[in-house]
Nanobody, 115 residues
Framework: QVQFVESGGGLVQPGGSLRLSCAASGSIFRTLTLGWYRQAPGKQREFVARITTSGDMTHYLTPVEGRFTISRDNTKNTLYLQMNSLKPEDTAVYYC????????WGQGTQVTVSS
C-alpha cells in the first residue's frame, strides 16, 4: 500500500512561486502514473497534472499549462509540482495520488495565493 505525504504549500502573493513535494512510501511508486489534484473551498477536487511512470510524458489542466511543471524522482519516491505565476484562483489544498485510480488520499498541502 502506498501512502502519500504532501508538503511545500504556503501563502504567496500573486505572481509568486511554490514547489510542492509528495513523498511516497512503497516500492510500487515507480510503477504508478501519478498526478496532482486540488480542491478549492466549496468546490470538488479536480485534476491538475499527471506524469507517466518514467516521466517522459506530462499533461496539464488547461488553466495551469505553461505555469505549472510536474516532475518525479523515482530514486527518491518523490513527486514534485513547480508552480509559477500563481494566481488567486490557484488557492486550494493540493494532493498527489495515482492516476486513473486514486488510492488512499493524504492530508494535502494548503496553497493560498493572496496579496
Amino acid at each position: 500500500q502506498v501512502q502519500f505525504v504532501e508538503s511545500g504549500g504556503g501563502l504567496v502573493q500573486p505572481g509568486g512561486s511554490l514547489r510542492l513535494s509528495c513523498a511516497a512510501s512503497g516500492s510500487i511508486f515507480r510503477t504508478l502514473t501519478l498526478g496532482w489534484y486540488r480542491q478549492a473551498p466549496g468546490k470538488q477536487r479536480e485534476f491538475v497534472a499527471r506524469i507517466t511512470t518514467s516521466g517522459d510524458m506530462t499533461h496539464y489542466l488547461t488553466p495551469v499549462e505553461g505555469r505549472f511543471t510536474i516532475s518525479r524522482d523515482n530514486t527518491k519516491n518523490t513527486l514534485y509540482l513547480q508552480m509559477n505565476s500563481l494566481k488567486p484562483e490557484d488557492t486550494a489544498v493540493y494532493y498527489c495520488n495515482s492516476i486513473p485510480n486514486p488510492i488512499q488520499w493524504g492530508q494535502g498541502t494548503q496553497v493560498t495565493v493572496s496579496s
